[in-house]
């Protein structure tokens, strides 16, 4: 085994033991509705979705397991950026934009999403979505600064930013946050 297959072997076990950490963790936890202003908070305050003819640029992000290439990302206020996301894991992940506070406070709706069978290790099942919709009244992301992207796929977040202030792109598909994976979003004027 290389070097390398040891290092990603050892990453996608502590995942699975963040991942069984927190659930059990977050079971007790109270779960607001994903897609709500609890779910990332107002993003008015960091910025909006935006138009792909706005974008000044794209940004090609690739999300392994607990890490982002690149790992930080410079952008000026007011620039809208389209974000390019390729899934190269073996596992779903997010590339969210918020504040480290938003990112907190969305944990227990992607973790709702695990408990209803929506958040599946390697896949996002549509069908339990469309009933923890149906049973809920929300339940897949339906936020401009976040995208859910199953392995081998792609996703894209076009996002106008707007002040500066500290950002993270995140991953919050339980325990990926909390085993290091996120990225800096560095806003210059």
């Known amino acids: 085994m290389t070097y390398r297959m040891m290092m990603r072997a050892a990453a996608v ?3 699975l033991t963040v991942s069984s950490a927190g659930i059990a963790a977050a079971q007790t936890a ?3 509705g994903h897609g709500s202003a609890d ?3 107002s993003t008015t305050s960091i910025g909006q979705p935006g138009k792909p003819y706005e974008a000044s640029r794209t940004v090609r992000i690739s999300m392994h397991e607990n890490y982002y290439e690149p790992e930080s990302v410079s ?4 620039e809208t950026i389209r ?3 390729k899934n190269e894991g073996e596992f779903v992940h997010e590339f969210a934009i918020a504040t480290a506070e938003m990112h907190k406070s969305h944990a227990p709706e992607m973790m709702m ?3 209803h069978g ?3 290790p390697d896949r996002i099942d549509q069908a339990a979505a469309e009933k923890m919709k149906a049973s809920m009244g929300h339940g897949m992301h339906d936020e401009g600064n976040s995208v859910l992207v199953e392995p081998g796929k792609s996703g894209e977040v076009i996002w106008r930013f707007s002040e500066a202030q500290d950002l993270q792109f995140a991953c919050n598909v339980p325990g990926h946050y909390e085993s290091g994976m996120m990225g800096d979003i560095k806003i210059s004027h």
């Open 39 to 41: 779910s990332h908070g």
């Open 113 to 115: 999403m695990v408990e």
């Open 75 to 78: 952008v000026s206020a007011g």
């Open 83 to 85: 974000f390019l996301i």
């Open 13 to 15: 076990a502590l995942a």
């Open 30 to 32: 109270s779960h607001g």
């Open 118 to 120: 929506v958040l599946l």
